[in-house]
């Protein structure tokens, strides 16, 4: 609305309009008086108004704090739930499980993640991976078990443990090698070494099918592995050097052949006292022949990783 000088201005330029004008004046002033009124009775009730609304704001943050986190707990938990089912199906269709046996399934799942204090769903995902990787079915919750177990001390995540112990156990045989004393020598490895157990449960699988191959057992293995971290390698590095170390002693070059020929061994002598007497009895034939000569040592193990390897063992370790 035109204010009242506007008014007044327009009026004189236009005399014909001036009755027109009044009317808006008293409509502009009666306007005016009425808005000073209304906040007048505002400036009396707005401190209550304000306090009431501090109020409403403070319960609504209340509501929120209480109800929220419950709704997301809820919405969480239903997800868990569907994630387990889905799972449990998955595994009912690998296993051909029927449903009797997939709620004895489901039960085994939830009193294994209250005793370990794993979650079922992280169970479940890693019981598929155990029987996806080959594993009998009838050892299956054995693997489980002892992954689970082995997790929950700090060797890692129930599936990456389960993967280390599948992996030993596919390579030494399953009636060699049971999940139990795979993941009791895992453990041993890290106590015994410096490596970080999740690390060191991760990179294993790079050398078990070699070792398995050339007759190293699993503990020896393992502790070759322990040794090595104790001097500075990391879980990775280590396994990079044993790995190097078997793979020049199963294929070594031609020249490295002729090089143990020269002291009076082979590298088919050293593969049999490997299979029969073990990984130390051969590094002791080394250290015996070789006179601590590190450069006629590496004429056998051209490969540094190996070089590095075999030095590492034959220290003070």
């Known amino acids: 609305m035109a204010s009242v000088i506007e008014l007044i201005l327009r009026a004189h330029a236009d005399p014909a309009s001036l009755q027109q004008a009044r009317e808006q004046i008293r409509q502009s002033i009666t306007g005016a008086v009425q808005e000073a009124g209304r906040r007048f009775e505002q400036a009396l009730t707005s401190p209550l108004q304000q306090l009431a609304t501090r109020m409403r704001s403070v319960g609504d943050q209340l509501s929120a704090a209480i109800t929220l986190p419950i709704a997301g707990l809820g919405v969480a938990a239903s997800r868990a739930f569907l994630g387990l089912d889905r799972t449990i199906a998955q595994i009912s269709v690998l296993t051909g499980a029927n449903r009797e046996e997939v709620e004895r399934l489901t039960r085994a799942l939830r009193d294994l993640a209250h005793e370990t204090g794993r979650g079922p769903q992280e169970l479940a995902e890693a019981l598929y991976f155990v029987l ?12 489980l078990a002892a992954s689970a177990r082995a997790a929950a001390v700090g060797l ?12 030993a156990m596919n390579a030494y045989g399953q009636a060699n090698l049971n999940a139990a004393d795979a993941t009791a020598i895992l453990l041993a490895g890290v106590r ?9 449960a991760g990179a294993i699988g790079r050398v078990v099918p070699v070792a398995a191959q050339m007759g190293v057992s699993f503990d020896q293995l393992v502790a070759a592995l322990a040794a090595m971290t104790r001097s500075g390698l990391s879980a990775e590095e280590a396994v990079t050097a044993l790995r ?8 070594p070059s031609r ?7 020269a002291i009076g061994l082979s590298s088919a002598q050293l593969r049999q006292q490997l299979r029969e007497q073990g990984l130390l009895a051969v590094l002791e034939t080394l250290r015996e022949r070789f ?5 006629a040592l590496s004429g056998v193990f051209d490969n540094v990783r190996g070089l590095v390897g075999v030095l590492n063992l034959l220290g003070l370790n």
């Open 132 to 143: 996806s990787s080959g594993i009998q079915a009838s050892h299956a919750m054995d693997v």
């Open 156 to 167: 890692g995540a129930t599936q990456t443990v389960a993967d280390a112990v599948t992996t």
């Open 192 to 200: 015994e070494g410096k490596a970080e157990a999740d690390a060191l």
């Open 244 to 251: 190097a170390v078997l793979t020049d002693v199963l294929q």
């Open 255 to 261: 020249e490295a052949e002729q090089v143990l020929q």
């Open 291 to 295: 006179a601590n000569n590190t450069e």
